[in-house]
């Protein structure tokens, strides 16, 4: 099964600390946001995986706080999952998302690469079927009966 994801990436800046036991061990740039999570520039080296302490500091929100598991690290990028993030915190993840999904920007990127497509999917990932049933209106059932009694 190809993997898809469960909520749309969209452009971001800002730094990013990432930290164990108040230890900074990863200094980095944003590169995209989520509501499930960061990506960022990668460092020099592999990075455990390990729940971090994540610090990122953006020019619109401020500082965002919340726990995170590196979930993939390629040469250029590192997938950050959020594991645990406070409600203020969480809010402050949506306004980065809402604030690009306003701009002419968002259109191009959901024809570019058929965002609409990953939006239909479950929590594992798996495609939904969506289907829409009407009832007819209740004026046209009473001047159009299905049946009548005698």
């Known amino acids: 099964m190809q993997y898809r994801r469960l909520h749309i990436r969209v452009p971001a800046s800002g730094n990013a600390f990432l ?84 701009t002419e920007d968002f259109i191009k990127q959901i024809e570019e690469r058929d965002l609409l497509k990953d939006w239909l999917v479950d929590e594992t990932g798996n495609d939904l079927v969506i289907t829409f049933e009407s009832e007819p209106d209740r004026k046209d059932q009473e001047e159009h009966p299905r049946s009548k009694k005698s």
Do not use: M, W
Request: charged share 25%.
């Open 19 to 102: 930290s164990v036991e108040e230890e900074i061990r990863v200094e980095a740039t944003v590169i995209n946001v989520s509501a499930g999570g960061f990506c960022i520039t990668a460092p020099f080296h592999i990075i455990d995986q390990v729940d971090y302490d994540i610090e990122i500091i953006t020019p619109s929100c401020g500082k965002i706080q919340f726990s995170g598991l590196p979930i993939y690290q390629t040469v250029e990028s590192v997938g950050i999952k959020i594991t645990s993030i406070d409600k203020d915190n969480l809010k402050k993840v949506y306004q980065l998302v809402q604030d690009f999904e306003l």
